[in-house]
């Protein structure tokens, strides 16, 4: 991927896909659609928010898409426009 078209893209598909293929306990994660579920077995491992979060699609490749995907992603963890958290 990084060395054709593809990489304009992220190559996100493909990283997770061979970092879930050399997991030493399995896949944690199944591709769904435009997300991903976690694999049969492997919810211990996760929290319980984690099955909405993998589900989700990636944001697009621009600074609009990325800002918008951030305050979104805020207003579900409780932070207001504008407020900033350390």
């Known amino acids: 991927c ?8 992220g190559c996100a598909d ?5 970092r879930e293929c050399n997991r030493a306990s399995g896949r ?7 997300g991903y579920s976690i694999a049969a077995g492997k919810a211990p491992a ?24 951030g305050e979104e992603y805020a207003k579900v963890l409780g932070i207001a426009p ?3 958290r350390f």
């Open 2 to 9: 990084t060395g054709g078209a593809g990489r304009a893209a």
């Open 46 to 69: 996760f929290t319980g928010a984690a099955a909405s979060l993998a589900a989700s699609a990636a944001p697009a490749r621009t600074l609009k898409g990325m800002a918008d995907f």
């Open 14 to 18: 493909e990283f997770l896909a061979m």
């Open 28 to 34: 944690e994660l199944i591709k769904e659609g435009s």
């Open 82 to 84: 504008g407020e900033v």
